[in-house]
C-alpha cells in the first residue's frame, strides 16, 4: 500500500477497504492526462512565481522521465498506489527528491481527476467523431453508385412504397451526420479547465487559472469552484450521445441481419465479417452486426449507471463519482470498436440488385401511384384509394399484379384506365417523380448527394 496522507491517521487501513478504494487498476488510462496536467500546472505555478524556475524545470524532468519509462515500458504502472496520482507523485519524488514534493501545491486530487477525465474525454469525442466520418464516407459511395438502384421502402416492416437504395442509405447519413454535430456540441460546452478548483473552495494561492486551462487547449477556466470537482454533466451527455450512436448502428444492424437472410437475401456480408456454425455446415451468419446490436445494451448501461451514480451526490466532491470511469471507459471502447467493424462490414457489403428491384414490383409498392394516376384522370383521391383497394384484392386472388394485368381487366374495375397506366405505375416512373426535398426521386437524391459531399469534405 502506498498513500498518500497517512499523517492523521494511526491505525491501518484494513487490506479489503484499501482494495475497495483504490482506482489504479482502472484510472491508470489517464497516465498521460495526469502528467499533462500536472506539467500544466507547475508551468502556471512557476509563472506566477509560487515556485523557481529551477523548481520547475526539475519538476517536468521528472514527469517527462517517467511518461518516458511507462510509455516504452521501462517502468510499469503497478498496484502498489491507490490511485494513477499517487502513482505519478510518488515516483516524482523517488526521482527527484525535494522539489517533488511541491507539485501538488495549490491543487486537490478532487480537481485533478476532473480534470484529467475532461481531458480523456475530450479526446474520445474527437477520436469518435473521426469514426463516423469514416463511417459517412463509406454510406456516401455506396449512395453515390445507387441512386438507381430500387427497393422497396417499408413500413410495419411491409412493402409500402418503392425507394432507392441511396435513399435508404441516406436516412442512415442523415442520423450519423446528427451523431457527430452532437459531439462537436458536447465538445463545445466541455471545453472548459476545472484545475484550480482545489478541494472545492479554490485555494489561498495567487493561481492564474486562465493560463493553465489555455496552456491545454480549454476556452477557458470553469466558474464555480464546488462544481468543478463534483460536474460530470459532459460525461453524461457523451454518454447519451454514445447510446444514440449505438441506436443507429443497432437499427442499421438489425436491417443489415433482416437483407441477409435467407428469405430476403438483398445482401451478402463478406466473409471477413461472417462466421460458421459448428455443427450445420451450410450456416454464414451476420455475427458482427448481431454483436454489435447486442453491446447497444452495455452502452445504454452506462448512461443509466452514471445517470444513477450522480443523482444523490451532495456538492461537492464525493468518492462516488470515482464511479463514473469503468462505465464510461467501457462504454467508450465499446463504441469506437463498433463503429470500426461496422464500417468495415459495410464497405465489403455487396447488394443483390436484382432481387431488391424484384422485391420492389411485388407487393404492390405502386399502389399509391395507381390512385395517383386515377386522380390524375379526374377522380376524387378517396374513391381512387378505393378503387384501387378493390384492384389489389383482385390481383392477389389472381397471384398477379398491377403491372401485368391487360387494360381490358383493367378498364373492368374502372373505366379511367388508359394505355398510360403501365408507364405511370413502372418502378422507374414511381421513385423518379417523388422529387419533393428528401424524396427518392434521382434528381432530388442527386442534389443531397452535392451537398454531403461538400459536407464531408470540410
Ligand atoms: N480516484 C478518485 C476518483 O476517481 C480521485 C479523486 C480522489 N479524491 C479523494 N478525495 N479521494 O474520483
Same mark, same amino acid.
Given at each position: 500500500?502506498?498513500?498518500?496522507?497517512?499523517?492523521?491517521?494511526?491505525?491501518?487501513?484494513?487490506?479489503?477497504?484499501?482494495?475497495?478504494?483504490?482506482?489504479?487498476?482502472?484510472?491508470?488510462?489517464?497516465?498521460?492526462?495526469?502528467?499533462?496536467?500536472?506539467?500544466?500546472?507547475?508551468?502556471?505555478?512557476?509563472?506566477?512565481?509560487?515556485?523557481?524556475?529551477?523548481?520547475?524545470?526539475?519538476?517536468?524532468?521528472?514527469?517527462?522521465?517517467?511518461?518516458?519509462?511507462?510509455?516504452?515500458?521501462?517502468?510499469?504502472?503497478?498496484?502498489?498506489?491507490?490511485?494513477?496520482?499517487?502513482?505519478?507523485?510518488?515516483?516524482?519524488?523517488?526521482?527527484? +527528491?525535494? !522539489? %517533488?514534493?511541491?507539485?501538488?501545491?495549490?491543487? @486537490?486530487?478532487? *480537481?485533478?481527476?476532473? /480534470?484529467?477525465?475532461? =481531458?480523456?474525454?475530450?479526446?474520445?469525442?474527437?477520436?469518435?467523431?473521426?469514426?463516423?466520418?469514416?463511417?459517412?464516407?463509406?454510406?456516401?459511395?455506396?449512395?453515390?453508385?445507387?441512386?438507381?438502384?430500387?427497393?422497396?421502402?417499408?413500413?410495419?416492416?411491409?412493402?409500402?412504397?418503392?425507394?432507392?437504395?441511396?435513399?435508404?442509405?441516406?436516412?442512415?447519413?442523415?442520423?450519423?451526420?446528427?451523431?457527430?454535430?452532437?459531439?462537436?456540441?458536447?465538445?463545445?460546452?466541455?471545453?472548459?479547465?476545472?484545475?484550480?478548483?482545489?478541494?472545492?473552495?479554490?485555494?489561498?494561492?495567487?493561481?492564474?487559472?486562465?493560463?493553465?486551462?489555455?496552456?491545454? +487547449?480549454? !476556452? %477557458?477556466?470553469?466558474?464555480?469552484?464546488?462544481? @468543478?470537482?463534483? *460536474?460530470?454533466?459532459? /460525461?453524461?451527455?457523451? =454518454?447519451?450521445?454514445?447510446?444514440?450512436?449505438?441506436?443507429?448502428?443497432?437499427?442499421?444492424?438489425?436491417?443489415?441481419?433482416?437483407?441477409?437472410?435467407?428469405?430476403?437475401?438483398?445482401?451478402?456480408?463478406?466473409?471477413?465479417?461472417?462466421?460458421?456454425?459448428?455443427?450445420?455446415?451450410?450456416?454464414?451468419?451476420?455475427?458482427?452486426?448481431?454483436?454489435?446490436?447486442?453491446?447497444?445494451?452495455?452502452?445504454?448501461?452506462?448512461?443509466?449507471?452514471?445517470?444513477?451514480?450522480?443523482?444523490?451526490?451532495?456538492?461537492?466532491?464525493?468518492?462516488?463519482?470515482?464511479?463514473?470511469?469503468?462505465?464510461?471507459?467501457?462504454?467508450?471502447?465499446?463504441?469506437?470498436?463498433?463503429?470500426?467493424?461496422?464500417?468495415?462490414?459495410?464497405?465489403?457489403?455487396?447488394?443483390?440488385?436484382?432481387?431488391?428491384?424484384?422485391?420492389?414490383?411485388?407487393?404492390?409498392?405502386?399502389?399509391?401511384?395507381?390512385?395517383?394516376?386515377?386522380?390524375?384522370?379526374?377522380?376524387?383521391?378517396?374513391?381512387?384509394?378505393?378503387?384501387?383497394?378493390?384492384?389489389?384484392?383482385?390481383?392477389?386472388?389472381?397471384?398477379?399484379?398491377?403491372?401485368?394485368?391487360?387494360?381490358?381487366?383493367?378498364?373492368?374495375?374502372?373505366?379511367?384506365?388508359?394505355?398510360?397506366?403501365?408507364?405511370?405505375?413502372?418502378?422507374?416512373?414511381?421513385?423518379?417523380?417523388?422529387?419533393?426535398?428528401?424524396?427518392?426521386?434521382?434528381?432530388?437524391?442527386?442534389?443531397?448527394?452535392?451537398?454531403?459531399?461538400?459536407?464531408?469534405?470540410?
Amino acid at each position: 500500500m502506498a498513500q498518500l496522507w497517512g499523517g492523521r491517521f494511526t491505525g491501518e487501513t484494513d487490506r479489503l477497504a484499501y482494495q475497495f478504494n483504490a482506482s489504479i487498476n482502472f484510472d491508470k488510462r489517464l497516465f498521460h492526462q495526469d502528467i499533462e496536467g500536472s506539467i500544466a500546472h507547475v508551468t502556471m505555478l512557476a509563472k506566477q512565481g509560487i515556485l523557481t524556475e529551477d523548481e520547475k524545470e526539475s519538476i517536468i524532468q521528472g514527469l517527462q522521465g517517467i511518461l518516458g519509462d511507462v510509455d516504452h515500458g521501462r517502468l510499469e504502472i503497478d498496484e502498489v498506489c491507490e490511485d494513477i496520482h499517487s502513482f505519478v507523485e510518488t515516483h516524482l519524488i523517488e526521482r527527484i +527528491g525535494e !522539489a %517533488g514534493k511541491k507539485l501538488h501545491t495549490g491543487r @486537490s486530487r478532487n *480537481d485533478q481527476v476532473a /480534470l484529467d477525465m475532461r =481531458l480523456y474525454t475530450r479526446q474520445q469525442v474527437q477520436e469518435t467523431d473521426a469514426l463516423l466520418k469514416e463511417l459517412l464516407g463509406v454510406i456516401l459511395a455506396v449512395m453515390e453508385e445507387n441512386v438507381e438502384t430500387y427497393m422497396p421502402g417499408f413500413t410495419h416492416l411491409q412493402k409500402a412504397q418503392p425507394i432507392t437504395l441511396a435513399h435508404h442509405y441516406g436516412a442512415y447519413f442523415e442520423m450519423f451526420r446528427r451523431d457527430r454535430q452532437r459531439m462537436e456540441d458536447i465538445y463545445k460546452r466541455m471545453n472548459y479547465c476545472p484545475l484550480g478548483a482545489g478541494a472545492l473552495a479554490g485555494t489561498t494561492y495567487p493561481l492564474d487559472r486562465e493560463y493553465t486551462a489555455s496552456l491545454m +487547449g480549454f !476556452a %477557458g477556466a470553469t466558474q464555480n469552484s464546488m462544481d @468543478s470537482v463534483s *460536474d460530470r454533466d459532459y /460525461l453524461i451527455e457523451f =454518454l447519451s450521445a454514445l447510446s444514440t450512436i449505438m441506436m443507429h448502428l443497432s437499427r442499421f444492424s438489425e436491417e443489415i441481419i433482416i437483407w441477409n437472410s435467407n428469405e430476403y437475401q438483398f445482401v451478402e456480408i463478406d466473409d471477413a465479417y461472417s462466421t460458421g456454425s459448428s455443427i450445420m455446415p451450410q450456416k454464414k451468419n451476420p455475427d458482427i452486426a448481431e454483436l454489435v446490436r447486442g453491446k447497444t445494451g452495455r452502452v445504454y448501461g452506462a448512461l443509466m449507471s452514471l445517470l444513477t451514480t450522480m443523482k444523490g451526490i451532495p456538492l461537492a466532491y464525493n468518492k462516488d463519482i470515482q464511479e463514473d470511469k469503468e462505465v464510461a471507459f467501457d462504454a467508450m471502447d465499446t463504441v469506437k470498436h463498433c463503429l470500426v467493424l461496422f464500417t468495415g462490414m459495410l464497405r465489403t457489403m455487396k447488394f443483390k440488385k436484382e432481387r431488391m428491384a424484384a422485391s420492389a414490383m411485388n407487393g404492390f409498392t405502386n399502389a399509391t401511384d395507381a390512385a395517383d394516376y386515377l386522380v390524375g384522370k379526374g377522380v376524387p383521391f378517396r374513391d381512387a384509394h378505393a378503387i384501387i383497394g378493390r384492384l389489389v384484392l383482385y390481383c392477389i386472388e389472381k397471384e398477379t399484379s398491377i403491372d401485368k394485368l391487360s387494360l381490358e381487366e383493367l378498364k373492368e374495375i374502372s373505366d379511367k384506365f388508359e394505355a398510360d397506366i403501365y408507364e405511370a405505375v413502372s418502378l422507374e416512373t414511381c421513385v423518379a417523380k417523388r422529387l419533393t426535398i428528401g424524396g427518392p426521386g434521382p434528381e432530388a437524391m442527386k442534389e443531397v448527394i452535392q451537398q454531403y459531399k461538400v459536407y464531408l469534405n470540410n
